[in-house]
Protein backbone atom coordinates (compact mmCIF):
# COMPACT_ATOMS: atom_id res chain seq x y z
CA UNK A 1 0.00 0.00 0.00
CA UNK A 2 0.81 3.97 -0.64
CA UNK A 3 0.31 6.07 2.00
CA UNK A 4 1.99 9.07 3.74
CA UNK A 5 -0.39 9.69 6.98
CA UNK A 6 -2.29 12.81 5.62
CA UNK A 7 -6.00 13.19 5.15
CA UNK A 8 -7.30 9.96 3.13
CA UNK A 9 -8.07 10.20 -0.09
CA UNK A 10 -12.06 9.92 -0.53
CA UNK A 11 -11.86 6.22 -2.37
CA UNK A 12 -15.15 3.60 -2.58
CA UNK A 13 -16.13 1.04 -5.29
CA UNK A 14 -17.74 2.56 -8.01
CA UNK A 15 -17.12 5.96 -7.20
CA UNK A 16 -14.54 8.33 -8.19
CA UNK A 17 -11.27 9.12 -7.15
CA UNK A 18 -9.45 12.63 -6.77
CA UNK A 19 -5.49 11.80 -6.50
CA UNK A 20 -2.73 13.95 -8.05
CA UNK A 21 -1.92 12.30 -11.77
CA UNK A 22 1.71 11.46 -10.50
CA UNK A 23 -0.16 8.98 -7.96
CA UNK A 24 -2.22 7.84 -10.31
CA UNK A 25 1.03 6.43 -13.00
CA UNK A 26 2.69 5.24 -9.73
CA UNK A 27 -0.36 2.87 -8.83
CA UNK A 28 -0.32 2.14 -12.70
CA UNK A 29 3.55 1.27 -13.14
CA UNK A 30 3.32 -0.15 -9.84
CA UNK A 31 6.22 1.77 -7.99
CA UNK A 32 6.50 3.32 -4.96
CA UNK A 33 7.72 7.04 -4.72
CA UNK A 34 9.13 8.52 -1.32
CA UNK A 35 9.93 12.67 -1.13
CA UNK A 36 13.46 12.44 -0.56
CA UNK A 37 13.83 9.51 -3.12
CA UNK A 38 14.89 8.90 -6.64
CA UNK A 39 12.06 8.96 -7.58
CA UNK A 40 10.87 11.80 -5.54
CA UNK A 41 7.11 12.99 -6.74
CA UNK A 42 7.98 16.80 -5.63
CA UNK A 43 6.12 19.72 -4.97
CA UNK A 44 2.66 19.31 -6.15
CA UNK A 45 0.04 21.90 -6.12
CA UNK A 46 -3.57 21.04 -6.50
CA UNK A 47 -4.21 22.11 -9.65
CA UNK A 48 -2.63 18.86 -11.12
CA UNK A 49 -5.48 16.59 -9.49
CA UNK A 50 -7.46 15.23 -11.88
CA UNK A 51 -10.93 13.46 -11.28
CA UNK A 52 -10.21 10.28 -12.38
CA UNK A 53 -12.72 7.51 -13.12
CA UNK A 54 -12.67 4.01 -10.69
CA UNK A 55 -9.90 2.23 -11.85
CA UNK A 56 -9.59 -1.64 -12.27
CA UNK A 57 -7.17 -2.57 -9.38
CA UNK A 58 -7.36 -4.34 -6.07
CA UNK A 59 -9.47 -3.45 -3.46
CA UNK A 60 -7.17 -4.40 -0.92
CA UNK A 61 -4.78 -2.15 -2.48
CA UNK A 62 -7.70 0.52 -2.74
CA UNK A 63 -8.77 0.54 0.27
CA UNK A 64 -5.82 2.34 1.82
CA UNK A 65 -4.73 3.67 -0.97
CA UNK A 66 -3.22 6.87 -0.13
CA UNK A 67 -2.83 9.41 2.49
CA UNK A 68 -1.28 12.60 1.70
CA UNK A 69 0.33 14.81 3.76
CA UNK A 70 -0.72 18.63 3.15
CA UNK A 71 2.53 19.93 4.67
CA UNK A 72 1.29 22.24 7.84
CA UNK A 73 -1.88 21.35 7.23
CA UNK A 74 -2.72 23.58 4.94
CA UNK A 75 -2.99 22.79 0.83
CA UNK A 76 -0.42 22.38 -1.50
CA UNK A 77 2.75 20.49 -1.15
CA UNK A 78 1.97 17.31 -0.88
CA UNK A 79 3.93 14.55 -0.26
CA UNK A 80 3.58 10.84 -0.65
CA UNK A 81 5.65 8.67 1.61
CA UNK A 82 5.14 4.75 0.36
CA UNK A 83 4.62 2.23 4.14
CA UNK A 84 2.76 -0.78 3.01
CA UNK A 85 3.63 -2.56 -0.09
CA UNK A 86 0.76 -3.55 -2.01
CA UNK A 87 -0.10 -7.46 -2.37
CA UNK A 88 -2.85 -7.38 -5.28
CA UNK A 89 -5.37 -10.42 -5.37
CA UNK A 90 -6.01 -12.05 -8.28
CA UNK A 91 -9.70 -10.93 -9.56
CA UNK A 92 -11.87 -8.06 -8.87
CA UNK A 93 -14.18 -9.51 -7.83
CA UNK A 94 -12.26 -11.06 -5.15
CA UNK A 95 -11.04 -7.69 -3.74
CA UNK A 96 -14.52 -6.22 -3.69
CA UNK A 97 -14.06 -6.59 0.60
CA UNK A 98 -10.62 -6.48 0.97
CA UNK A 99 -10.90 -8.27 4.15
CA UNK A 100 -12.28 -11.28 2.02
CA UNK A 101 -9.51 -11.42 -0.21
CA UNK A 102 -6.85 -14.41 -0.01
CA UNK A 103 -4.05 -12.14 1.30
CA UNK A 104 -6.03 -11.44 4.48
CA UNK A 105 -6.07 -15.14 5.41
CA UNK A 106 -9.87 -15.12 3.93
CA UNK A 107 -11.16 -13.15 7.08
CA UNK A 108 -13.99 -10.49 6.98
CA UNK A 109 -13.49 -8.16 9.96
CA UNK A 110 -16.58 -6.34 9.03
CA UNK A 111 -19.00 -7.63 11.53
CA UNK A 112 -19.66 -11.47 12.02
CA UNK A 113 -18.17 -12.63 9.33
CA UNK A 114 -14.66 -12.68 11.49
CA UNK A 115 -12.98 -15.99 12.22
CA UNK A 116 -9.50 -16.61 13.98
CA UNK A 117 -7.00 -18.29 12.16
CA UNK A 118 -4.39 -20.19 14.08
CA UNK A 119 -1.94 -17.49 12.81
CA UNK A 120 -3.57 -14.84 14.86
CA UNK A 121 -3.61 -17.39 18.15
CA UNK A 122 0.26 -17.24 17.36
CA UNK A 123 0.75 -13.41 16.75
CA UNK A 124 -0.99 -12.71 19.88
CA UNK A 125 2.27 -14.11 22.42
CA UNK A 126 2.88 -12.01 24.59
CA UNK A 127 6.10 -9.49 23.78
CA UNK A 128 9.48 -11.32 25.51
CA UNK A 129 11.88 -9.79 27.96
CA UNK A 130 14.10 -8.86 24.62
CA UNK A 131 11.61 -6.96 22.97
CA UNK A 132 10.66 -4.95 25.56
CA UNK A 133 14.58 -4.32 26.33
CA UNK A 134 14.58 -3.04 22.63
CA UNK A 135 12.36 -0.32 23.46
CA UNK A 136 14.20 1.05 26.80
CA UNK A 137 17.53 0.75 24.20
CA UNK A 138 15.67 2.87 21.82
CA UNK A 139 14.30 5.19 24.16
CA UNK A 140 17.54 6.07 25.61
CA UNK A 141 19.02 6.21 22.52
CA UNK A 142 16.29 8.97 21.43
CA UNK A 143 16.67 10.83 24.36
CA UNK A 144 20.50 11.23 22.95
CA UNK A 145 21.51 15.09 23.39
CA UNK A 146 24.35 17.24 22.74
CA UNK A 147 23.49 18.87 25.61
CA UNK A 148 24.98 16.32 28.51
CA UNK A 149 22.85 18.05 31.46
CA UNK A 150 19.50 17.80 29.38
CA UNK A 151 20.22 13.96 28.10
CA UNK A 152 20.86 12.79 31.99
CA UNK A 153 18.00 14.73 33.09
CA UNK A 154 15.66 13.47 30.51
CA UNK A 155 17.16 9.55 31.09
CA UNK A 156 17.11 9.83 34.87
CA UNK A 157 14.10 7.63 34.87
CA UNK A 158 14.58 5.41 32.06
CA UNK A 159 16.88 3.65 33.89
CA UNK A 160 15.81 -0.02 33.40
CA UNK A 161 13.83 0.25 37.13
CA UNK A 162 10.51 1.03 35.30
CA UNK A 163 8.17 -1.87 34.72
CA UNK A 164 7.18 -0.73 31.16
CA UNK A 165 3.90 -1.62 31.93
CA UNK A 166 2.16 0.60 29.21
CA UNK A 167 4.82 -0.54 26.61
CA UNK A 168 3.91 -3.91 27.49
CA UNK A 169 -0.24 -3.36 26.95
CA UNK A 170 0.18 -1.37 23.73
CA UNK A 171 2.70 -3.79 22.03
CA UNK A 172 0.07 -6.95 23.30
CA UNK A 173 -3.07 -4.97 21.96
CA UNK A 174 -1.12 -3.70 18.68
CA UNK A 175 -0.32 -7.74 18.16
CA UNK A 176 -4.22 -8.37 19.04
CA UNK A 177 -5.38 -5.95 16.71
CA UNK A 178 -3.67 -7.13 13.79
CA UNK A 179 -5.13 -10.55 13.66
CA UNK A 180 -7.14 -9.59 10.81
CA UNK A 181 -4.52 -8.61 8.13
CA UNK A 182 -2.40 -11.20 6.14
CA UNK A 183 0.19 -13.48 7.63
CA UNK A 184 3.48 -11.76 8.40
CA UNK A 185 5.13 -12.91 5.50
CA UNK A 186 3.83 -9.75 3.41
CA UNK A 187 6.03 -6.57 3.94
CA UNK A 188 3.34 -4.28 4.81
CA UNK A 189 2.28 -5.52 8.26
CA UNK A 190 5.84 -5.41 9.06
CA UNK A 191 5.42 -1.79 9.00
CA UNK A 192 2.22 -1.66 10.59
CA UNK A 193 4.09 -3.68 13.18
CA UNK A 194 6.97 -1.07 13.69
CA UNK A 195 4.80 1.92 13.78
CA UNK A 196 2.53 0.20 16.68
CA UNK A 197 6.03 -0.51 18.66
CA UNK A 198 6.42 3.67 17.88
CA UNK A 199 3.65 3.90 19.52
CA UNK A 200 4.75 1.72 22.83
CA UNK A 201 7.57 3.79 22.94
CA UNK A 202 6.03 7.41 22.71
CA UNK A 203 3.38 5.73 25.47
CA UNK A 204 6.51 5.50 27.87
CA UNK A 205 7.83 8.26 26.98
CA UNK A 206 4.57 10.57 27.36
CA UNK A 207 4.59 8.95 30.76
CA UNK A 208 7.75 9.27 31.86
CA UNK A 209 7.54 12.82 31.39
CA UNK A 210 4.46 13.72 33.21
CA UNK A 211 6.12 11.53 36.19
CA UNK A 212 9.18 14.57 35.90
CA UNK A 213 6.84 17.15 35.96
CA UNK A 214 4.64 15.74 38.77
CA UNK A 215 7.70 15.35 41.19
CA UNK A 216 9.02 19.14 40.09
CA UNK A 217 5.04 20.21 41.00
CA UNK A 218 4.73 18.00 44.08
CA UNK A 219 8.03 18.34 45.45
CA UNK A 220 8.78 14.61 45.56
CA UNK A 221 11.74 12.77 47.47
CA UNK A 222 11.69 9.72 46.19
CA UNK A 223 10.60 7.24 43.51
CA UNK A 224 11.59 3.76 41.87
CA UNK A 225 13.67 3.02 45.23
CA UNK A 226 15.99 6.27 44.59
CA UNK A 227 15.73 10.12 44.96
CA UNK A 228 13.33 11.63 42.42
CA UNK A 229 14.46 13.81 39.27
CA UNK A 230 14.03 17.01 41.17
CA UNK A 231 16.35 16.20 44.02
CA UNK A 232 19.03 15.38 41.25
CA UNK A 233 18.58 18.41 39.25
CA UNK A 234 17.23 21.88 39.26
CA UNK A 235 13.71 22.41 38.61
CA UNK A 236 14.27 24.16 35.46
CA UNK A 237 16.40 21.44 34.31
CA UNK A 238 13.62 18.82 35.47
CA UNK A 239 11.05 20.78 33.10
CA UNK A 240 12.82 21.28 30.25
CA UNK A 241 14.07 17.45 30.45
CA UNK A 242 10.10 16.94 30.62
CA UNK A 243 9.51 18.83 27.61
CA UNK A 244 12.42 17.52 25.78
CA UNK A 245 10.50 13.88 26.11
CA UNK A 246 7.41 15.14 24.72
CA UNK A 247 9.25 17.12 22.27
CA UNK A 248 11.13 13.80 21.04
CA UNK A 249 7.96 11.72 21.07
CA UNK A 250 5.79 14.10 19.19
CA UNK A 251 8.74 13.75 16.35
CA UNK A 252 7.95 10.08 16.75
CA UNK A 253 4.63 10.55 16.32
CA UNK A 254 5.00 12.73 13.72
CA UNK A 255 6.89 10.31 11.55
CA UNK A 256 4.54 7.97 11.78
CA UNK A 257 2.64 10.05 9.68
CA UNK A 258 -1.35 9.26 10.59
CA UNK A 259 -3.37 11.73 10.66
CA UNK A 260 -6.25 10.58 13.39
CA UNK A 261 -3.40 8.80 15.18
CA UNK A 262 -1.93 12.35 15.67
CA UNK A 263 -4.91 13.76 16.59
CA UNK A 264 -5.51 11.07 19.15
CA UNK A 265 -2.18 11.58 21.31
CA UNK A 266 -2.87 15.39 20.85
CA UNK A 267 -6.13 14.49 22.76
CA UNK A 268 -4.04 12.97 25.35
CA UNK A 269 -1.31 15.96 26.58
CA UNK A 270 -4.73 17.96 26.92
CA UNK A 271 -5.79 15.26 29.34
CA UNK A 272 -2.59 15.32 31.07
CA UNK A 273 -2.99 19.15 32.06
CA UNK A 274 -6.76 19.26 32.74
CA UNK A 275 -6.19 16.30 34.98
CA UNK A 276 -3.89 18.03 37.12
CA UNK A 277 -5.36 21.32 36.84
CA UNK A 278 -8.98 19.27 38.53
CA UNK A 279 -6.64 18.33 41.52
CA UNK A 280 -6.49 21.92 42.48
CA UNK A 281 -10.42 22.07 43.61
CA UNK A 282 -12.86 19.71 45.54
CA UNK A 283 -16.69 19.48 45.15
CA UNK A 284 -18.66 20.08 48.41
CA UNK A 285 -20.90 17.29 47.27
CA UNK A 286 -20.37 14.12 47.81
CA UNK A 287 -21.55 12.49 44.96
CA UNK A 288 -19.75 15.86 42.92
CA UNK A 289 -16.34 14.78 44.54
CA UNK A 290 -16.79 11.07 43.09
CA UNK A 291 -17.66 12.18 39.99
CA UNK A 292 -14.45 14.66 39.98
CA UNK A 293 -12.20 12.04 41.05
CA UNK A 294 -12.75 9.35 38.31
CA UNK A 295 -13.03 12.36 35.39
CA UNK A 296 -9.54 13.03 36.99
CA UNK A 297 -8.32 9.79 37.11
CA UNK A 298 -9.40 9.27 33.58
CA UNK A 299 -7.42 12.59 32.14
CA UNK A 300 -4.06 11.96 34.29
CA UNK A 301 -3.86 7.80 34.14
CA UNK A 302 -6.59 6.30 31.78
CA UNK A 303 -6.14 8.57 28.84
CA UNK A 304 -3.13 7.89 27.79
CA UNK A 305 -3.31 4.39 28.40
CA UNK A 306 -6.96 4.07 26.32
CA UNK A 307 -5.70 6.76 23.87
CA UNK A 308 -2.63 4.35 22.91
CA UNK A 309 -4.47 1.53 23.05
CA UNK A 310 -6.64 2.98 20.14
CA UNK A 311 -3.95 4.46 18.32
CA UNK A 312 -2.46 1.18 17.43
CA UNK A 313 -6.22 -0.28 16.37
CA UNK A 314 -6.51 2.32 14.34
CA UNK A 315 -2.78 1.54 12.76
CA UNK A 316 -3.79 -2.01 12.30
CA UNK A 317 -6.84 -0.63 10.36
CA UNK A 318 -9.05 -2.39 12.86
CA UNK A 319 -13.64 -1.46 12.59
CA UNK A 320 -14.70 0.53 14.65
CA UNK A 321 -16.04 -2.28 16.93
CA UNK A 322 -11.78 -3.12 17.02
CA UNK A 323 -11.46 0.40 18.03
CA UNK A 324 -13.54 1.48 20.36
CA UNK A 325 -12.85 -2.07 21.76
CA UNK A 326 -9.42 -1.45 22.10
CA UNK A 327 -9.83 2.04 23.43
CA UNK A 328 -12.41 1.02 26.23
CA UNK A 329 -10.26 -1.65 27.25
CA UNK A 330 -7.24 0.86 27.75
CA UNK A 331 -9.45 3.28 29.92
CA UNK A 332 -10.76 0.92 32.12
CA UNK A 333 -7.75 -0.60 32.77
CA UNK A 334 -6.14 2.91 33.48
CA UNK A 335 -8.89 3.97 35.92
CA UNK A 336 -8.38 0.50 37.62
CA UNK A 337 -4.75 1.14 37.88
CA UNK A 338 -5.09 4.77 39.93
CA UNK A 339 -7.91 2.94 42.15
CA UNK A 340 -5.23 0.12 42.69
CA UNK A 341 -2.82 2.71 43.06
CA UNK A 342 -4.75 5.08 45.58
CA UNK A 343 -5.24 1.92 47.65
CA UNK A 344 -1.54 1.31 47.83
CA UNK A 345 -0.35 4.66 49.03
CA UNK A 346 -2.19 4.12 51.69
CA UNK A 347 -1.94 0.74 53.03
CA UNK A 348 1.53 -0.02 51.68
CA UNK A 349 5.06 1.23 53.24
CA UNK A 350 7.50 3.33 51.27
CA UNK A 351 10.08 0.29 51.25
CA UNK A 352 7.89 -1.89 49.56
CA UNK A 353 6.75 1.17 47.28
CA UNK A 354 9.74 2.49 46.52
CA UNK A 355 8.69 5.77 47.09
CA UNK A 356 6.95 7.79 49.57
CA UNK A 357 3.44 7.00 50.75
CA UNK A 358 0.33 8.64 51.77
CA UNK A 359 1.78 11.79 49.47
CA UNK A 360 -1.57 11.78 48.30
CA UNK A 361 -2.75 13.03 51.90
CA UNK A 362 -0.04 15.61 52.53
CA UNK A 363 -0.79 17.14 49.00
CA UNK A 364 -4.09 17.18 50.36
CA UNK A 365 -5.83 15.24 47.72
CA UNK A 366 -8.90 13.58 48.50
CA UNK A 367 -8.95 9.79 46.61
CA UNK A 368 -11.38 6.74 46.80
CA UNK A 369 -10.60 5.30 49.66
CA UNK A 370 -10.42 8.47 51.22
CA UNK A 371 -13.81 9.29 49.76
CA UNK A 372 -15.42 5.97 50.92
CA UNK A 373 -13.67 6.57 53.94
CA UNK A 374 -16.03 9.85 54.52
CA UNK A 375 -19.34 7.87 54.34
CA UNK A 376 -18.29 6.19 57.58
CA UNK A 377 -16.50 9.26 59.16
CA UNK A 378 -18.07 12.34 58.66
CA UNK A 379 -14.78 13.84 60.46
CA UNK A 380 -12.88 13.41 57.13
CA UNK A 381 -15.16 15.71 55.38
CA UNK A 382 -13.48 19.48 56.69
CA UNK A 383 -10.54 17.88 56.66
CA UNK A 384 -10.83 16.96 53.04
CA UNK A 385 -12.13 20.40 52.33
CA UNK A 386 -9.01 21.86 54.36
CA UNK A 387 -6.92 19.75 52.00
CA UNK A 388 -5.14 17.65 55.42
CA UNK A 389 -3.70 21.18 56.01
CA UNK A 390 -3.93 21.33 60.02
CA UNK A 391 -1.07 19.82 62.14
CA UNK A 392 -2.31 16.12 62.70
CA UNK A 393 -4.59 16.04 59.93
CA UNK A 394 -2.69 13.18 57.66
CA UNK A 395 -2.55 10.67 60.71
CA UNK A 396 -6.03 11.25 61.81
CA UNK A 397 -7.04 10.55 57.74
CA UNK A 398 -4.82 7.74 57.58
CA UNK A 399 -6.41 6.10 60.37
CA UNK A 400 -9.98 6.62 59.55
CA UNK A 401 -9.35 5.18 56.23
CA UNK A 402 -7.74 2.15 57.69
CA UNK A 403 -10.76 1.58 60.14
CA UNK A 404 -13.64 2.08 57.69
CA UNK A 405 -14.41 -0.23 54.61
CA UNK A 406 -12.67 2.60 51.87
CA UNK A 407 -9.68 0.50 51.31
CA UNK A 408 -12.15 -2.70 50.51
CA UNK A 409 -14.45 -0.69 48.55
CA UNK A 410 -12.11 1.14 46.42
CA UNK A 411 -10.83 -2.60 45.84
CA UNK A 412 -14.41 -3.50 44.38
CA UNK A 413 -14.56 -0.73 42.48
CA UNK A 414 -11.07 -1.59 40.33
CA UNK A 415 -12.62 -5.24 40.08
CA UNK A 416 -16.00 -3.50 38.51
CA UNK A 417 -13.78 -2.20 35.88
CA UNK A 418 -10.79 -4.63 35.39
CA UNK A 419 -13.97 -6.82 34.52
CA UNK A 420 -14.96 -4.11 31.73
CA UNK A 421 -11.87 -4.09 30.51
CA UNK A 422 -11.61 -8.18 30.25
CA UNK A 423 -15.29 -7.65 27.97
CA UNK A 424 -14.19 -5.47 25.86
CA UNK A 425 -11.08 -7.92 25.56
CA UNK A 426 -13.15 -10.41 24.64
CA UNK A 427 -15.01 -8.65 22.01
CA UNK A 428 -12.02 -8.15 19.97
CA UNK A 429 -12.69 -11.85 18.83
CA UNK A 430 -16.13 -13.71 18.87
CA UNK A 431 -14.39 -17.36 18.75
CA UNK A 432 -11.73 -16.35 21.46
CA UNK A 433 -10.76 -14.21 23.92
CA UNK A 434 -7.49 -13.02 24.47
CA UNK A 435 -5.89 -14.30 27.46
CA UNK A 436 -3.12 -12.14 27.78
CA UNK A 437 -5.10 -9.06 27.67
CA UNK A 438 -7.29 -10.59 30.29
CA UNK A 439 -3.93 -11.69 32.81
CA UNK A 440 -2.70 -7.89 32.44
CA UNK A 441 -6.21 -6.73 33.76
CA UNK A 442 -6.55 -9.61 36.56
CA UNK A 443 -2.56 -8.38 37.24
CA UNK A 444 -3.47 -4.87 37.85
CA UNK A 445 -5.63 -5.71 40.72
CA UNK A 446 -3.44 -7.99 42.48
CA UNK A 447 -0.58 -5.78 42.21
CA UNK A 448 1.35 -4.68 45.39
CA UNK A 449 3.81 -1.71 44.10
Known amino acids: FIESGGVASCLAAKHCLIAPQCLLNALGQGRNYHPHGANAVGSLDHSETLLAPWLDFDMALASRLVRVRHGLGRLGHPCLVPRYPAAPTSTHAEARCHCRSPHFGGRCHHGNGRTISTDAASALKPPTPEEMGRIHTDILT ?4 ANKPLEQAARYYFDGAGKLMRP ?3 TVMGRACRDALPPPTAAWPDQIERDQNEIAKITEMIHTASLVHDDVIDEASTRRAKSAVNVEFTAKECVLAGNAILAKATHMLASIGDVRVIEI ?16 GLAKEPEARFQEYILKSEAKTASLLARSCHSVAVLAGGDQNTETCAREYGRHLGIAFQLI ?9 SAAMGKETSVDLKLGLATAPVLFASEQFEELVPMMMRKFGNEGDVERAHEYILRSDGVERTRMLADDHIRDAIRHAEQLHQQEPIGT ?5 RKVVSRNK
Open 142 to 145: VLTS
Open 168 to 170: YIV
Open 265 to 280: FAQVIEDLVRGELMQL
Open 437 to 441: LCAIA
Open 341 to 349: DDVLDVVQS
